[in-house]
Each structure stands twice: as structure tokens, then as C-alpha cells.
């Protein structure tokens, strides 16, 4: 009887095994889909401009431009920076020059023929070390000068003579110069310019608004 049983026994285990190892129908299993993956669009990253590619309407200044000076005339400390957005005129003398008196004169009557444009400006500069703000103010009042006139720094004389020529430290060269609404420079030729040279040379950037 033993023996049946363990036959059985072993016959069991024998159609259990073959059961596991038959694979499973068509039918019995199907696939799960995958879920439909839906894509979400983004924006584009907005990459910030840096510092040097920012628009620019006003040219980069020179250092001069920021430099405080006094005008003999009134006391009151002023830049050129102060002036941006008009047209100034810029002229490089000493008080014992002859032919800057003979330009500053020129000057005078141009300032007369715009007096009534507020966009214009005239800045004196003298570049003698040795010539004193007080010396200068009684040099306009006897000459009946007008504009801003101070004794320039040295840091101011040195960088103009630097950036424009030794010229323009040479006060009997009457150098002048223009600075336009931008901040840009613009050199006149040297020698004595005549009112009428002066007004031509500057209409086009009191033009220019």
C-alpha cells in the first residue's frame, strides 16, 4: 500500500511540474498599453544681455568729461557731464595770449547770435598752471566774456592733451573743440575761426536733436 502512495505521490509532483513549464495561451495574457504620454511645449530660456550688449545711444565719455570745475564767474562747481544732451564749445587758453583774446572774442558774438538757443554752451578752459581762478574772473569782467570759464585741472589739461594733441595745450594755436549732444568730440582746425566759421561748424549738431 506504501508503495501505491508513493507512486501517486511521484505521479502528482510529475503532472504539477509539466503544468509550470507549459506556456499560457494567447488568450490568457494580454499586454498592458502604456499610457499615452502627453508633452507639455515651453518657452524658450530668456537669456539676460550682458552689460556691453545693451543698446547704447550715448558714446562712452571720457574721463575729463566727469571732472568737477569751478566757474570763476559765479563760484559754482560744474562738468562737462553736466551738459549732456546739449552742444558745448570748448576752448583751451591762457590770459596772456593774444590770439585766444582775438577767439574768445569770435566766441562772444556767436554766443550773441544764439541767445536765444538754450542747447548751447560755451566752456573756457585755461590751461596755464600758473594763472589763478581770481586772475581769470577780472580777465572775463574786463573783456565782458561770457560762458563758463574756470582754470582747468591738471588732470583735465593732461587728458585733453593726451586724447586730442599737444596742440591743444598750445594756447596760441586757439584749438577748440565741440562736444556734440551724444558726448562724441569733435576737433576744429587751428587758428583763429571767425564767428561765421564758428556758427558753421556748429549748426549741424544744434540741428540735431
Given amino acids: 500500500m506504501r508503495k501505491i502512495y508513493q507512486a501517486l505521490s511521484v505521479l502528482i509532483l510529475l503532472v504539477l511540474s509539466i503544468s509550470a513549464c507549459t506556456p499560457m495561451s494567447s488568450s490568457t495574457f494580454q499586454p498592458q498599453a502604456m499610457p499615452e504620454v502627453t508633452t507639455v511645449a515651453t518657452e524658450p530660456p530668456v537669456t539676460a544681455?550682458?552689460?556691453?550688449?545693451?543698446?547704447?545711444?550715448?558714446?562712452?565719455?571720457?574721463?575729463?568729461?566727469?571732472?568737477?570745475?569751478?566757474?570763476?564767474?559765479t563760484g559754482e562747481q560744474f562738468s562737462i557731464n553736466d551738459f549732456t544732451?546739449?552742444?558745448?564749445?570748448?576752448?583751451?587758453?591762457?590770459?596772456?595770449?593774444?590770439?585766444?583774446k582775438k577767439q574768445q572774442t569770435e566766441v562772444k558774438s556767436l554766443v550773441d547770435q544764439l541767445a536765444d538757443t538754450t542747447d548751447f554752451v560755451v566752456v573756457i578752459l585755461d590751461i596755464d598752471p600758473n594763472e589763478t581762478g581770481e586772475a581769470l574772473k577780472a580777465y572775463v569782467s574786463a573783456n565782458a566774456f561770457s560762458g563758463f570759464y574756470a582754470v582747468a585741472p591738471s588732470e583735465v589739461a593732461r587728458e585733453i592733451g593726451n586724447l586730442y594733441g599737444a596742440q591743444f595745450?598750445?594756447?596760441?594755436?586757439?584749438?577748440?573743440?565741440?562736444?556734440?549732444?551724444?558726448?562724441?568730440?569733435?576737433?576744429?582746425?587751428?587758428?583763429?575761426?571767425?564767428?561765421?566759421?564758428?556758427?558753421?561748424?556748429?549748426?549741424?549738431?544744434?540741428?540735431?536733436?
Avoid: Y
Avoid at 50 to 66: K, L
Avoid at 85 to 100: D, H, I, P, R, Y
Fill in 49 to 73: 544681455l550682458a552689460p556691453s550688449e545693451t543698446p547704447q545711444t550715448m558714446v562712452d565719455s571720457p574721463a575729463w568729461f566727469a571732472i568737477q570745475m569751478t566757474n570763476v564767474n
Fill in 85 to 100: 544732451g546739449k552742444v558745448v564749445l570748448v576752448e583751451t587758453m591762457a590770459q596772456w595770449c593774444s590770439s585766444c
Fill in 169 to 209: 595745450l598750445n594756447p596760441p594755436s586757439t584749438p577748440v573743440l565741440i562736444v556734440d549732444r551724444k558726448g562724441e568730440v569733435h576737433l576744429l582746425p587751428f587758428g583763429i575761426k571767425s564767428t561765421e566759421d564758428l556758427k558753421e561748424a556748429v549748426d549741424p549738431f544744434l540741428a540735431n536733436s
